[in-house]
């Protein structure tokens, strides 16, 4: 007991440090503004994981999985480095793309028939950085700026209501921060906006027998509005103003999916997950309220299309300390090529993982995973600009088991 109450201890001081952390950074996506998947083990499998207690991260995927596990607490650091490109009749140009570092850290307490843990976790967002990269409408060099940070802390619990069958339960308790530019020295800018969500997650898990369990999601839409500082300037007329202004109208998505877990025998986990993501009800006709005089609303219509992912992944245990893993995330871009925006280009579609684990004879395991995301192109529907991504992630764990 008394090593159990020294690790919750550590745990709340490394959460409120990773917090601290989190409210600083950006964090990206794959899947539309969503990322993949969420630890070491969970995306060196491509994500499948909502029928796999792998670890403490199985709150942010499947709650319902947490009454597998022993208690343990994990921190996952993740480097993530998209790489963008924009071109239209005036520009063709390369993102500035750096390298953004988001940590992850959870616990949980493993009990019979309940268990229950917390965590915090970089849920995903989108941006470019195209700072004194590009020409506005009058020639001069200007910028395209767009950086939107979702992370979340989520307590979760989980019953075992008989040998087969569990269920859990997330409250998900989000913050956000939003910054972008469109050419602001002859367009606008919206800045230090922020703006925080609430929402669910619930989860189900039968185990059929040794070999086969099905697990199941539903996730809450979880609507924002964001307060932030505007500017406005139009050097033709000339004018400029500046105000507060709220952005009004977007949501992170609801979300529904069922995964399988297979194993044919000891040495061998294979998984596999179908998601749906609504993001027809949450990224739809978002808009910019400033609030200064004569000021209308200014509007982005982007009426994002709900997005199917599949997730499929394969861990090989090849003997009593390594485990290697691989797999493939894959879900249609979600935005439509007649409202594709440089500063929304959430076009992402495949992706390829690689994970390796290593479990020591002490209570310690490490885990590490590489993931390339091949680049995905898309034009809008006149043909006026044309966007490009790829991406790269490399992440490691470290895992301690009480």
Known sequence: MERIGLGVKSFIFIFILAVTIFISEISFATNGTQMIGYGSKSVGMGGADLAIANDATAINANPATLTGLKSEI????????????????????????????????????????????????????????????????????????????????????????????????????????????????????????????????????YKANEQVSIGAIYNTKQSFEYDGDFKYNNPAIPMSASGKAKFKDFAWPSEIGIGISYKPFTELTLGLDISQLQWSDAVNKPYLAPNITGFTNIPFTMEWENQTVIALGGAYKLNDSLTGRIGYNYGKSPVPNKNLNPLFPAIQESHLTLGVGYATSSPVTIDGYFVYAPEAKQTDSTGSYTEKMSQTTIGIQAGYRF
């Not at 950085?129 to 200007?142: E, I, L, P």
């Open 74 to 205: 994990d921190f996952d650091f993740t480097a993530f480095g998209p790489q963008v490109h924009h071109t239209d009749a005036a520009n063709d140009t390369d993102g500035k793309n750096p390298y953004f570092y988001m940590p992850l850290l959870a616990y949980v307490s493993g009990g019979s028939p309940i268990s229950w843990g917390i965590g915090v976790f970089p849920q995903g967002g989108m941006g470019v950085d195209y700072k004194d990269k590009v020409k506005n409408g009058m020639g001069q060099t200007d910028s395209l700026y767009s950086n939107l940070s979702y992370m979340r802390i989520v307590p979760a619990v989980a019953y075992q209501v008989n040998e087969q069958f569990s269920l859990g339960l997330g409250l998900q308790i989000g913050y956000s921060t939003f910054d972008m530019e469109y050419t602001p020295k002859a367009g606008m800018e919206f800045k230090n906006a922020t703006s925080s969500a609430y929402g669910l997650r619930i989860g189900g898990l």
